[in-house]
């Protein structure tokens, strides 16, 4: 009997599994996605865009966050299920934290990024687990993947926010010709798969975050991943093949007739507001001067030109999220919650 092979969405443009919400979105289109928010409840919710109207109800629901405040950050716990938000059940997969400006964010997985060697983990936790699905030798830790920060608007000059995302677990080669995305071992994948619609528990690890401190000016040092890990040293070539992918926020056009700042969101976008975006990818700077025959040649404007990921209001408590190759569902919405909590030396 023949079987068809399931495709993840790189190649489908579709969500076939829980897994999907982790894997790249394709690439020669965008998945189109909205936000719900609800404010009583400080929650918000992910839907799949089952229609082309802007504005519509009954998408396919996605994910699910719980923002909570706490004396020195602001915390967005991500989930897989509406109806179960605790941290010690599988239905957790991740979080954004910010610091106290709301200027600086983590996006942290519980998943290890794959293409980190050696990355470290967090200590022991005292942590129970209640729920049968978590695996006893799951580690109990989260780790970093990416940093998502906003300048500083000290003249308070007019103007949209001015953002940056490092996304350590995307090297910057995989927008290159020929670059790919590291994915996760075929081990979590199959038994991903092999529970998916059952229980929904694709993500076995465990929920203890790292202790990060804030700095306004040490932020950059933050990190989870470098040559030093494992005490391996890289040369040139790898080091710049290894750099990771640098998302910046599009500069916009201002409009003499309008008098305001404006970007092409092809429709998707109705209400003007200063949370809307859309975030290509920066040009990476070369160490090494101008490529040699033996370096690969920089990747084309056009592809640092192409929006990775778009979020705008379009109605109250209404937000549009469409993103594409090489940023997945869950890293995406990550990024689009940075842009909720208000933040007055940015504006």
């Not at 991500?78 to 983590?106: C, E, P, W």
């Not at 995305?181 to 076995?204: H, M, N, T, Y």
Request: charged content about 20%; aromatic content about 10%; some cysteine.
């Amino acid at each position: 009997m023949c079987k068809e092979i399931v495709k993840n969405p790189e190649f489908c443009g579709k969500f076939t599994f829980p897994v999907s919400l982790k894997q790249p979105g394709p690439r020669d289109g965008t998945i189109q996605c909205y936000i719900k928010r609800d404010k009583s409840t400080q929650t918000y919710y992910l839907y799949l865009c089952l229609s082309s109207a802007v504005i519509a109800e009954g998408g396919k629901f996605l994910l699910l966050t719980k923002r909570y405040s706490r004396p020195t950050c602001t915390e967005y716990t991500i989930f897989m299920n509406a109806d179960n938000t605790s941290r010690s059940s599988n239905m957790y997969i991740g979080k954004l934290r910010s610091n106290l400006l709301g200027t600086k964010f983590v996006i942290y997985d519980t998943q290890p990024p794959c293409n980190i060697p050696n990355v470290q983990q967090s200590g022991k936790t005292s942590r129970r687990f209640y729920s049968r699905k978590v695996s006893p030798k799951a580690p109990s830790s989260t780790y970093s993947i990416a940093q998502v920060s906003y300048e500083l608007n000290v003249l308070g000059t007019r103007g949209p926010r001015r953002m940056n995302c490092v996304m350590h677990s995307i090297p910057a080669s995989s927008i290159e010709a020929g670059g790919t995305v590291p994915s996760q071992p075929d081990s979590v994948l199959a038994r991903s798969v092999d529970e998916s619609f059952g229980s929904i528990s694709f993500l076995k690890s465990s929920i203890r975050d790292r202790s990060i401190r804030f700095s306004s000016t040490r932020f950059s040092d933050i990190s989870i991943g470098s040559s030093r890990n494992g005490g391996q040293s890289l040369g040139d070539n790898d080091e710049s093949k290894d750099l990771p992918l640098i998302l910046r926020n599009k500069a916009p056009r201002w409009h003499e007739q309008l008098q305001c700042w404006c970007l092409n969101f092809k429709g998707r976008v109705t209400v003007a507001s200063v949370k809307n975006f859309q975030l290509v990818a920066a040009t990476q700077p070369s160490s090494a001067g101008a490529p040699t025959p033996s370096q690969p040649a920089p990747a084309q404007p056009s592809e640092h030109d192409k929006v990775i990921l778009q979020f705008g209001k379009v109605a109250k408590d209404m937000f549009t999220m469409d993103y594409r190759y090489p940023l997945s569902a869950f890293q995406a919405f990550a990024i689009c919650l940075s842009s909720f909590d208000t933040k007055l030396a940015c504006e």
